[in-house]
């Protein structure tokens, strides 16, 4: 089996546990290629083609931990995400110690291999079309709300901050992100600007951007609106209404 066929790897101890060895072969069923690799060799054997996902249990993370240590920044360097199965403690603890941005979907025993070889098939075509998480750039430039929506957002998407929308043109062509949260009163260069100034560049299209403000007054709110954004979100608003109001431009937008 060529590397680069590999969708799936299961990190192990030195023998395959039964429950993944089940899920492994549910997912040659699935037609789905794995491969495995002992937590041992990730310091010796740096892979040249890490598959999109990797299974592993938490509980041998947690004890391995120089290794672990390769294995994130293996997944990091190459776009790879982690499915973890184990006890819930143990999940629990490791998460604790794991960016959110790296794992893909936690399992708790007792696990139905079937579900899961399903849910990895869903993940690998969500990968095939635009990536396992979205890419969100926020331009800001209160260091503190870049901050706290950061903390927000970092379990669904990957995020980005620029404090500057000068800075941010340039982080646009290397982030490519999928949607641009604007702060609309800006100073030096406000959103609108920056929102004009993305119109103008002769490009096929521009990353959708939707408006931050604090402010909700009619008249803002027609300003703004009449730039032609994809939408504005009150800065003012709870957690939630916030996380609801991006989860539903990206289920709009699929």
Same mark, same amino acid.
């Given at each position: 089996?060529?590397? %680069?066929?590999?969708?799936?790897? #299961?990190?192990?101890?030195?023998?395959?546990?039964?429950?993944?060895?089940?899920?492994?072969?549910?997912? *040659?069923?699935?037609?789905?290629?794995?491969?495995?690799?002992?937590? @041992?060799?990730?310091?010796?054997?740096?892979?040249?083609?890490?598959?999109?996902?990797?299974?592993?249990? !938490?509980?041998?993370?947690?004890?391995?931990?120089?290794?672990?240590?390769?294995?994130?920044?293996?997944?990091?360097?190459?776009? @790879?995400?982690?499915?973890?199965?184990?006890?819930? *403690?143990?999940?629990?603890?490791?998460?604790?110690?794991?960016?959110?941005?790296?794992?893909?979907?936690? #399992?708790?025993?007792?696990?139905? !291999?079937?579900?899961? !070889?399903?849910?990895?098939?869903?993940?690998?075509?969500?990968?095939?079309?635009? &990536?396992?998480?979205?890419?969100?750039?926020?331009?800001?430039? @209160?260091?503190?709300?870049?901050?706290?929506?950061?903390?927000?957002?970092?379990?669904?998407?990957?995020? /980005?901050?620029?404090?500057?929308? #000068?800075?941010?043109?340039?982080?646009?062509?290397?982030?490519?992100?999928?949607?641009?949260?604007?702060?609309?009163?800006?100073?030096?260069? /406000? &959103?609108?600007?920056?929102?004009?100034?993305?119109? @103008?560049?002769?490009?096929?299209?521009?990353?959708?951007?939707?408006?931050?403000?604090?402010?909700?007054?009619? +008249?803002?709110?027609?300003?703004?609106?009449?730039?032609?954004? +994809?939408?504005?979100?009150?800065?003012?608003?709870?957690?939630?209404?916030?996380?609801?109001?991006?989860? %539903?431009? #990206?289920?709009?937008?699929?």
């Amino acid at each position: 089996m060529e590397q %680069n066929e590999i969708q799936v790897l #299961f990190v192990i101890h030195h023998n395959i546990s039964f429950v993944n060895g089940a899920l492994k072969v549910f997912l *040659e069923e699935y037609n789905i290629k794995t491969d495995v690799l002992e937590i @041992s060799k990730c310091i010796s054997n740096h892979p040249k083609v890490m598959p999109p996902l990797v299974i592993a249990e !938490a509980e041998m993370l947690l004890e391995f931990v120089q290794e672990r240590g390769f294995l994130y920044d293996y997944c990091i360097e190459q776009g @790879s995400h982690i499915i973890l199965v184990d006890e819930a *403690e143990n999940i629990e603890s490791l998460m604790e110690v794991t960016s959110p941005a790296l794992v893909a979907e936690k #399992f708790q025993r007792p696990v139905n !291999a079937k579900d899961v !070889a399903e849910k990895v098939e869903e993940l690998l075509e969500r990968i095939k079309n635009h &990536g396992l998480r979205r890419q969100v750039l926020v331009v800001d430039d @209160s260091p503190a709300f870049l901050r706290t929506i950061t903390e927000w957002l970092e379990d669904d998407y990957n995020v /980005s901050v620029c404090p500057s929308a #000068f800075a941010a043109i340039k982080l646009i062509s290397i982030k490519r992100p999928d949607l641009i949260l604007l702060d609309y009163e800006m100073p030096v260069c /406000s &959103g609108a600007q920056f929102l004009e100034m993305l119109n @103008s560049e002769e490009q096929k299209e521009r990353p959708p951007v939707i408006f931050l403000t604090s402010k909700n007054d009619q +008249q803002t709110v027609q300003e703004l609106l009449q730039l032609k954004p +994809q939408g504005y979100i009150l800065k003012t608003q709870p957690r939630d209404s916030i996380l609801v109001s991006i989860r %539903n431009f #990206f289920e709009k937008e699929s």
